[in-house]
Protein backbone atom coordinates (compact mmCIF):
# COMPACT_ATOMS: atom_id res chain seq x y z
CA UNK A 1 0.00 0.00 0.00
CA UNK A 2 1.15 3.45 -0.90
CA UNK A 3 0.05 6.98 1.19
CA UNK A 4 1.30 10.51 -0.17
CA UNK A 5 1.11 12.90 2.48
CA UNK A 6 3.00 16.31 3.01
CA UNK A 7 0.56 18.20 1.04
CA UNK A 8 -0.94 21.43 2.37
CA UNK A 9 -1.60 25.29 2.09
CA UNK A 10 1.98 27.62 0.46
CA UNK A 11 2.49 30.59 -0.86
CA UNK A 12 3.68 31.80 -4.45
CA UNK A 13 7.31 30.83 -4.03
CA UNK A 14 7.15 28.73 -0.94
CA UNK A 15 7.97 25.25 -0.55
CA UNK A 16 6.49 21.85 0.21
CA UNK A 17 8.08 18.52 0.61
CA UNK A 18 5.66 15.82 0.29
CA UNK A 19 6.10 12.18 1.08
CA UNK A 20 5.14 8.86 -0.61
CA UNK A 21 5.45 5.87 2.19
CA UNK A 22 5.15 2.38 1.29
CA UNK A 23 3.57 -0.54 3.59
CA UNK A 24 3.75 -4.44 2.68
CA UNK A 25 6.40 -4.28 0.29
CA UNK A 26 10.08 -2.91 -0.34
CA UNK A 27 9.39 0.28 -2.61
CA UNK A 28 13.03 0.38 -3.40
CA UNK A 29 12.41 -2.44 -5.86
CA UNK A 30 10.15 -0.78 -7.79
CA UNK A 31 10.32 2.50 -10.49
CA UNK A 32 8.00 5.39 -8.58
CA UNK A 33 6.47 8.01 -10.20
CA UNK A 34 4.21 11.38 -9.02
CA UNK A 35 1.27 12.67 -10.75
CA UNK A 36 -1.04 15.17 -10.07
CA UNK A 37 -4.62 16.38 -11.07
CA UNK A 38 -6.95 19.57 -10.66
CA UNK A 39 -11.17 18.91 -11.21
CA UNK A 40 -12.00 18.52 -14.50
CA UNK A 41 -8.81 17.07 -16.17
CA UNK A 42 -6.83 13.80 -16.09
CA UNK A 43 -3.95 12.81 -14.17
CA UNK A 44 -0.60 14.40 -14.93
CA UNK A 45 2.50 12.97 -14.82
CA UNK A 46 5.24 15.23 -12.46
CA UNK A 47 8.39 13.06 -11.66
CA UNK A 48 9.58 9.54 -11.18
CA UNK A 49 12.87 7.82 -9.86
CA UNK A 50 13.69 4.41 -11.52
CA UNK A 51 14.29 1.87 -9.01
CA UNK A 52 18.04 1.94 -9.74
CA UNK A 53 18.06 5.78 -8.69
CA UNK A 54 20.23 6.36 -11.86
CA UNK A 55 17.27 8.01 -13.59
CA UNK A 56 14.92 10.74 -13.11
CA UNK A 57 11.94 12.49 -15.11
CA UNK A 58 10.42 15.59 -14.51
CA UNK A 59 7.73 17.41 -15.98
CA UNK A 60 9.06 20.50 -18.55
CA UNK A 61 7.18 23.23 -16.28
CA UNK A 62 8.80 21.84 -12.97
CA UNK A 63 12.49 20.95 -13.75
CA UNK A 64 14.85 22.89 -11.68
CA UNK A 65 11.83 23.75 -8.93
CA UNK A 66 11.18 19.95 -8.20
CA UNK A 67 13.17 17.09 -6.78
CA UNK A 68 12.26 13.53 -6.55
CA UNK A 69 14.49 11.21 -4.19
CA UNK A 70 14.16 8.17 -2.14
CA UNK A 71 14.94 7.40 1.44
CA UNK A 72 15.73 3.53 1.73
CA UNK A 73 15.90 3.23 5.28
CA UNK A 74 12.46 4.64 5.46
CA UNK A 75 10.77 3.41 2.82
CA UNK A 76 9.76 6.58 0.52
CA UNK A 77 10.29 8.78 -1.75
CA UNK A 78 10.03 12.16 -1.93
CA UNK A 79 8.61 15.57 -3.83
CA UNK A 80 10.45 18.65 -3.04
CA UNK A 81 8.65 21.31 -4.39
CA UNK A 82 10.04 24.33 -4.57
CA UNK A 83 9.31 28.44 -6.07
CA UNK A 84 5.65 27.11 -5.98
CA UNK A 85 2.80 28.78 -8.14
CA UNK A 86 -0.17 28.69 -8.52
CA UNK A 87 -0.62 26.66 -11.33
CA UNK A 88 1.01 23.75 -9.33
CA UNK A 89 -2.05 23.62 -7.17
CA UNK A 90 -3.79 19.81 -7.40
CA UNK A 91 -3.79 16.76 -5.90
CA UNK A 92 -0.86 15.05 -5.93
CA UNK A 93 -0.43 11.65 -6.44
CA UNK A 94 2.73 8.47 -5.71
CA UNK A 95 2.61 5.29 -7.56
CA UNK A 96 4.88 2.32 -8.40
CA UNK A 97 5.23 2.58 -12.68
CA UNK A 98 6.32 0.01 -15.15
CA UNK A 99 9.39 2.36 -16.32
CA UNK A 100 10.94 5.58 -15.59
CA UNK A 101 13.02 7.19 -18.71
CA UNK A 102 14.54 10.54 -19.37
CA UNK A 103 11.88 11.22 -21.35
CA UNK A 104 8.80 9.57 -19.79
CA UNK A 105 6.33 8.39 -17.30
CA UNK A 106 5.48 4.77 -17.69
CA UNK A 107 2.19 2.93 -17.21
CA UNK A 108 1.20 3.23 -13.54
CA UNK A 109 1.04 0.10 -11.54
CA UNK A 110 -0.11 0.85 -7.67
CA UNK A 111 -1.85 4.07 -7.24
CA UNK A 112 -1.96 5.11 -3.22
CA UNK A 113 -3.93 7.94 -2.14
CA UNK A 114 -3.66 11.63 -3.04
CA UNK A 115 -2.46 14.34 -1.02
CA UNK A 116 -3.88 17.92 -1.76
CA UNK A 117 -1.33 21.01 -2.17
CA UNK A 118 -2.70 24.41 -2.77
CA UNK A 119 -0.49 27.20 -3.71
CA UNK A 120 -2.59 30.38 -2.93
CA UNK A 121 -1.44 33.48 -1.33
Known amino acids: QLQASGGGLVQPGGSLRLSCAAS????????VGWFRQVPGKGREGVAC????????YYLDSVKGRFTISRDKAKNTVYLQMSSQKPENTAVYYC????????????????WGRGTLVTVSS
Open 24 to 31: GFTLDYYN
Open 49 to 56: ISKGEDIT
Open 95 to 110: ATVYGCTENAIEIPIN
